[in-house]
């Protein structure tokens, strides 16, 4: 009898723990929803640096995130971006700043311990005013003991307005991209692993311009009611060169360096 209590019993545990503790990662997302009624707020900044001439980026969210029970959680983000980059025209380093907002939703399908796969729906709509995004994702993941396997499949669409000889312009562009992370739990408190993601830019227009692959280490550290990720995800190379982006490194649209800070607190 005990030798069944005692499997039963970790599963049970290691379920609780998944449920407490939302994000391991803090690029790549898991299929686990906090219960109905459970608030977390979570702040996670991101540093972007290093293109083909000065550039440095900071993109703040302030989310505030609830359980709704029934598998399904839902979000709304406060999002400040600041930029610093090397102007050609004026030759001198100009300044962008932008307050927008962002809401998710996420509905678990199956779990990461209890099935064979975790799995989740996830979709997120935001926008500054000039600028409006909506994403959806495909999670999967795997605990398998101290060992945690995720992989996210998104598709993005983006809608940027421009003008252009007194006329407001649509540009629009579909970005996919894939997010993997794994990581080794080392104790009851820190874990570690990492990050890959594979960005595809794809315009209206071009088509598909790049394929850029991201890969790098990433922290977790976790106790009760609050978890900090960190992570480190330089640009390693562009896998599909094309006459619009011919390099092995696309550093024009994109950063050589991305840089992650998550901070969630349980209220």
């Given at each position: 009898?005990?030798?069944?209590i005692l499997?039963?019993?970790i599963?049970l545990?290691?379920?609780?723990?998944?449920?407490?503790?939302d994000r391991?990662?803090?690029?790549?997302y898991?299929?686990?929803?906090?219960p109905?009624?459970?608030?977390?707020?979570?702040y996670?900044?991101?540093?972007?640096?290093?293109?083909?001439?000065?550039?440095?980026s900071?993109?703040?969210?302030?989310?505030?995130?609830?359980?709704?029970?029934?598998?399904?959680?839902?979000s709304?983000?406060?999002n400040?971006?600041?930029?610093s980059?090397?102007?050609?025209?004026?030759k001198?380093?100009?300044?962008?700043s932008?307050?927008g907002?962002?809401?998710?939703?996420?509905?678990?399908?199956?779990?990461?311990?209890?099935?064979?796969?975790?799995?989740?729906?996830?979709?997120?709509?935001?926008?500054?005013?000039?600028e409006?995004?909506?994403?959806?994702?495909l999670?999967?993941?795997?605990?398998?003991?101290?060992h945690l396997?995720a992989?996210?499949?998104?598709?993005?669409?983006?809608?940027e307005?421009?003008?252009?000889n007194?006329?407001?312009?649509y540009?629009?562009?579909?970005?996919?991209?894939?997010?993997?992370?794994?990581?080794?739990?080392?104790?009851?408190?820190?874990?570690?692993?990492?990050?890959?993601?594979?960005?595809?830019?794809?315009?209206a227009?071009e088509?598909?311009?790049?394929?850029?692959?991201f890969?790098?280490p990433?922290l977790?550290?976790?106790?009760d009611?609050w978890?900090?990720?960190?992570?480190?995800?330089?640009?390693?190379r562009n896998?599909r060169m094309?006459?619009?982006?011919?390099?092995?490194?696309?550093?024009?649209?994109h950063?050589?360096?991305?840089?992650?800070?998550l901070l969630?607190?349980?209220?």
């Amino acid at each position: 009898m005990k030798n069944r209590i005692l499997p039963i019993f970790i599963v049970l545990i290691t379920a609780f723990q998944l449920s407490a503790q939302d994000r391991a990662f803090t690029n790549v997302y898991q299929s686990n929803t906090l219960p109905a009624g459970v608030k977390d707020l979570e702040y996670q900044v991101r540093w972007n640096t290093r293109r083909t001439n000065f550039y440095n980026s900071f993109k703040h969210r302030l989310e505030f995130e609830v359980g709704l029970g029934k598998n399904i959680q839902t979000s709304l983000y406060l999002n400040l971006n600041s930029k610093s980059k090397f102007d050609e025209q004026s030759k001198s380093i100009v300044q962008e700043s932008g307050i927008g907002f962002s809401s998710e939703i996420k509905w678990k399908l199956s779990d990461p311990s209890l099935n064979k796969l975790g799995s989740a729906l996830y979709a997120e709509v935001g926008g500054d005013g000039e600028e409006w995004e909506f994403e959806f994702k495909l999670i999967l993941d795997k605990q398998a003991g101290k060992h945690l396997f995720a992989l996210n499949l998104v598709e993005e669409i983006e809608m940027e307005t421009e003008l252009e000889n007194d006329k407001i312009n649509y540009k629009m562009e579909y970005p996919v991209r894939i997010d993997f992370g794994y990581m080794y739990s080392c104790n009851k408190h820190i874990g570690l692993g990492i990050e890959a993601k594979n960005f595809n830019d794809i315009a209206a227009d071009e088509g598909w311009e790049s394929s850029l692959l991201f890969l790098g280490p990433v922290l977790n550290f976790h106790s009760d009611g609050w978890f900090i990720n960190l992570s480190c995800m330089p640009q390693i190379r562009n896998l599909r060169m094309t006459d619009e982006f011919p390099l092995d490194m696309d550093l024009l649209e994109h950063e050589r360096f991305e840089t992650r800070i998550l901070l969630s607190f349980n209220i």
